[in-house]
């Protein structure tokens, strides 16, 4: 009975191992460099905290990676994923460098990769963080339903404003993907019935012109939504 149990419980082990270990990795060839004036020390405290116990060399070059993977996201985000990739083949047990295998992911429409590095840092944290963009990459991977079961399951108070905010707006959009246009217009009803600022209103109003596109029959890709200044 004993040496059952701690069969099971090395199988299980095995299994968690298994799914905390980073996919994808780069070949050699693909690893892209870091400038010399590049270091880990320019890191905010807070990241730097996550990487003291890889040891000094390899926090080092981690935290290089990651120092690049904040200074190129919002310009060459195809750039920062390959440096968040690199992180993660090196710290994959790091919570910080799945966080940003994650976003990066994302930000480069690998939506399958982004579902399977955020489930991870969840799963690492206990945090419910980056769920609005974890249901946004379940839409994209053609999975509407899992995006609005994962929306049901967050605990709202646990979200800053702005993640419930594109949470309610995702989950609105997953709801017109399955469908359901009755509950995506309540949804997204309840948010511009509170106090937005005009740029979350005029969001959240684009979003309601794609559902009411949706429930006509039309595509909403060929719908023309003027972005307001």
């Not at 880990?40 to 070059?61: F, I």
């Not at 090196?90 to 994650?102: H, K, L, P, S, T």
């Not at 702005?162 to 707006?169: N, R, T, Y």
């Not at 948010?191 to 006509?216: H, V, W, Y």
């Amino acid at each position: 009975m004993g040496h059952n149990t701690q069969e099971g419980r090395f199988r299980n082990r095995a299994r968690e191992a298994e799914r905390m270990r980073p996919h994808n990795r780069l070949d050699r060839e693909d690893l892209p460099d870091i400038p010399e004036y590049v270091v880990a020390d320019s890191l905010p405290s807070w990241m730097k905290a996550q990487l003291r116990g890889l040891g000094e060399r390899n926090g080092e070059v981690v935290g290089r990676h990651l120092a690049m993977v904040l200074e190129y996201l919002e310009d060459v985000p195809e750039l920062a994923y390959k440096h968040a990739r690199a992180a993660a083949d090196r710290a994959g047990r790091i919570a910080i460098v799945r966080e940003y295998a994650g976003l990066t992911s994302y930000y480069t429409e690998r939506y399958g990769e982004a579902v399977r590095e955020l489930r991870t840092y969840q799963r690492m944290t206990g945090e419910q963080h980056h769920s609005e963009i974890l249901a946004d990459a379940l839409r994209g991977i053609g999975k509407p339903g899992d995006a609005v079961e994962l929306a049901a399951a967050v605990n709202a108070a646990d979200l800053d404003p702005d993640e419930a905010f594109e949470l309610a707006v995702v989950t609105a959009g997953a709801r017109g993907d399955l469908g359901q246009f009755g509950a995506a217009r309540a949804e997204l009803g309840r948010l511009l019935r509170g106090e937005l600022d005009p740029e979350r209103r005029r969001r959240a109003e684009q979003a309601l012109e794609r559902i009411e596109a949706l429930a006509s029959g039309a595509d909403p890709a060929t719908q023309e939504f003027v972005d307001a200044e």
